[in-house]
T-cell receptor
Framework: DTGVSQNPRHKITKRGQNVTFRCDPI?????LYWYRQTLGQGPEFLTY????????KSRLLSDRFSAERPKGSFSTLEIQRTEQGDSAMYLC?????????????FGQGTRLTVV | GQQVMQIPQYQHVQEGEDFTTYCNSS?????IQWYKQRPGGHPVFLIQ?????EVKKQKRLTFQFGEAKKNSSLHITATQTTDVGTYFC????????????FGKGTKLSVKP
């Protein structure tokens, strides 16, 4: 499978626990994005990387959220001290910068439920 | 802040009827993209429009980018049950090189 892969697909955690999600982008893509989607809403931008550099972070991304892309390949998104409001689908997407068509390829997402 | 708005939020049609969703941005966009998300699925890229007044067709789908590059529409002719899903428009956030702002989407249901 050469698409964007996200793990785990589902995560249930107790409030206050830390969680980490992983995203493996399409191998030749240099841009990687994290979005959050809640029911009935469009994806909301969280952050994005070009290669290993984190270039933008949304104001939505509180101090409890951190993302890394250490070698410019896979990325992790960690949420510390989870809150019920963090329950959402976390989507990863990748694209190839510098091409005329900048379409983003999305993974199937990680659904987080904080109880 | 910059906003991308879509109407309607929901649309229920009989199979064979046409469907249109409209997208409006509070700012001029360098390009606009459309995505489709099936129930339980993830957004899948449909098309990107770049030029003012651009019209592109994909089989029964017609996409249009407004002259002022602030609005766009997606029209589906003779809907089929396979068209069911939520259609999102998205545009680059001003000053950003990578961030896309999505509308809330139009959820289409098709009654056979």
């Amino acid at each position: 499978d050469t698409g964007v892969s996200q793990n785990p697909r589902h995560k249930i955690t107790k409030r206050g626990q830390n969680v980490t999600f992983r995203c493996d982008p399409i191998s030749e893509h240099n841009r990687l994005y994290w979005y959050r989607q809640t029911l009935g809403q469009g994806p909301e931008f969280l952050t994005y990387f070009q290669n290993e550099a984190q270039l933008e972070k949304s104001r939505l991304l509180s101090d409890r959220f951190s993302a890394e892309r250490p070698k410019g390949s896979f990325s992790t998104l960690e949420i510390q001290r989870t809150e019920q409001g963090d329950s959402a689908m976390y989507l990863c997407a990748s694209s190839l910068a510098g091409t005329p068509n900048t379409e983003a390829f999305f993974g199937q997402g990680t659904r987080l439920t904080v109880v | 802040g910059q906003q991308v708005m879509q109407i309607p939020q929901y649309q229920h049609v009989q199979e064979g009827e046409d469907f249109t969703t409209y997208c409006n941005s509070s700012t001029t966009l360098s390009n606009i993209q459309w995505y489709k998300q099936r129930p339980g699925g993830h957004p899948v890229f449909l098309i990107q429009l770049v030029k003012s007044g651009e019209v592109k067709k994909q089989k029964r789908l017609t996409f249009q980018f407004g002259e002022a590059k602030k609005n766009s529409s997606l029209h589906i002719t003779a809907t089929q049950t396979t068209d069911v899903g939520t259609y999102f428009c998205a545009g680059p956030q001003g000053g950003s090189q990578g961030n896309l702002i999505f509308g809330k989407g139009t959820k289409l249901s098709v009654k056979p």
